[in-house]
């Protein structure tokens, strides 16, 4: 597999591994860089016999004392413009003042929380551009357009779910944090370090987490309020047809009376004027009186 070799001096290598190098090089089982190695996007920080074993989905990396391999298995601009950040802004000088693997991690959870934050600002764009667009206009594609970012958005959480569950793991075991502190053979035993880290990622991403939550009740929210509109429509288009039926029903009856005056059978009225007058007066008055009543009986059943 494609991998960068970067060490203490900040020197960056491009070269291939396979599992069974780097499981000697650090003393490894095979089974245990199977993270890294997959193409599942698995969230893991794995304290491993003085390395530390990362996958954080544009990320996987190797870490240990004095080096670190970065794997890559398709082309990723998010996971370039990683490698050009940790080039530019790693200096000899960090690993003074903390140990190298603790440098490295602390920068892998910076990019990750970048990455995280860059795409829950863009799915809240999305979120508001759509529920403005629900609001102005109900159509088939703004619909969709909240389907696909609620989709989007539980996606997310559980992405979001699975980094805290890895991270408060390693918090919770005190033996994990051990691991992490004494993979630096030079420093001591005290783990605040690792978990002032770990601790301060952990925040952040409940903080994103929060801010995702909020996000979903608007979508939750706007999906409410479609289904009652689109409730309310249905009941209107069902009214506008009971009339419509009603109304063809009183005309059906009607049209029963013209149709005895409109037989062939002769009844002494088919010259005459005054006959045609007064019977589509009476016609236009049943008409009337029965759609009046009709309505108002809807109106008293709370049907209209």
Do not use: W
Request: aromatic residues 6%.
């Amino acid at each position: 597999m494609k991998a960068y070799h970067f060490d203490q001096k900040g020197k960056l290598t491009e070269t291939c591994v396979s599992r069974k190098e780097l499981a000697d090089e650090f003393g490894l089982n095979i089974r245990d860089l199977r993270p890294v190695f997959s193409a599942l996007q698995v969230t893991t920080i794995l304290p491993r016999n003085k390395s530390i074993i990362v996958n954080l989905g544009f990320i996987k990396a190797v870490l240990s004392e004095k080096s670190v391999y970065f794997l890559q298995q398709h082309k990723s601009e998010t996971f370039d413009k990683f490698l050009n950040e940790l080039i530019t802004q790693y200096s000899e000088k960090d690993i003074l003042k903390q140990s190298f693997h603790l440098v490295i991690l602390e920068k892998i959870l910076d990019a990750k929380m970048r990455q995280m934050c860059g795409k829950i600002d863009g799915i809240h764009e999305k979120v508001e551009q759509t529920l403005n667009a629900v609001k102005k206009h109900l159509s088939e594609n703004v619909l969709e357009n909240l389907l696909t970012i609620k989709k989007r958005t539980s996606r997310m959480e559980v992405r979001i779910r699975e980094i805290l569950s890895a991270t408060q793991d390693v918090l919770d075991d005190q033996e994990s944090l051990m691991e992490l502190t004494m993979i630096d053979t030079t420093a001591t035993r005290d783990t605040h370090e690792v978990e002032s880290i770990l601790e301060n990622f952990l925040e952040q991403m409940e903080d994103k987490m929060g801010h995702l939550f909020r996000m979903k009740e608007d979508i939750e929210d706007t999906q409410e309020f479609v289904e009652l509109k689109l409730s309310n429509m249905r009941t209107t288009v069902v009214r506008t047809d009971l009339m419509a039926t009603m109304i063809t029903l009183i005309l059906s009856f009607l049209a029963v009376i013209v149709g005895l005056f409109g037989t062939n059978i002769r009844n002494g009225f088919e010259e005459s004027r005054a006959a045609f007058v007064v019977l589509s007066v009476i016609l236009l008055v049943i008409f009337t009186l029965s759609t009046i009543l009709i309505k108002l009986m809807l109106k008293k059943l709370d049907i209209l």
